[in-house]
């Protein structure tokens, strides 16, 4: 074993909503309303295309990554993995996962709870517009 300590996980919420844009407009008022938006690197993962109103702009402390809707625990699990695993080598210190469903929310939680996920995120309360910590 090595001396090295390990990386915090990453604080990580799922945010789901009707559309593409307000998924976008709730991840960017919890940006907003974040004291540290300006220092802390947040990585951003979308499902699914803009929907011509794009409301977050990449910039050296925000990472955005979109990838095809789908289901992300089926048929997307390898672009997926894929993605989140290149948005994880950048380190980031917060992660949001934008789903265009919530048909498979319970099973992409599990997935995201099993290795090697389990020791790099920490997942918090779900967002959805009207709900929201």
């Known amino acids: 074993m090595s001396g090295a300590a390990a990386l915090p996980a990453v604080r990580t919420s799922l945010v ?7 998924r976008e407009r709730l991840i960017a008022a919890q940006l907003d ?10 990585a951003v993962l979308l499902e699914g295309l803009p929907d011509g109103h794009t409301t977050l702009t990449p910039s050296a402390h925000l990472l955005i990554a979109r990838i095809a809707p789908g289901c992300l625990c089926c048929t997307g699990n390898l ?7 290149r948005l994880l080598r950048r380190r980031p210190e917060r992660l949001y996962i934008g789903l265009a469903s919530t048909a498979h929310l319970d099973q992409l939680r599990s997935w995201l709870c099993t290795p090697p996920y389990d020791q790099l995120l920490e997942l918090t309360l779900d967002l959805a517009p009207g709900r929201h910590p």
């Open 16 to 22: 789901t909503g009707a559309g593409a844009g307000a």
């Open 33 to 42: 309303a974040a004291t540290d938006a300006t220092t802390t690197t947040t």
């Open 79 to 85: 672009v997926l993995r894929v993605t989140l695993n």
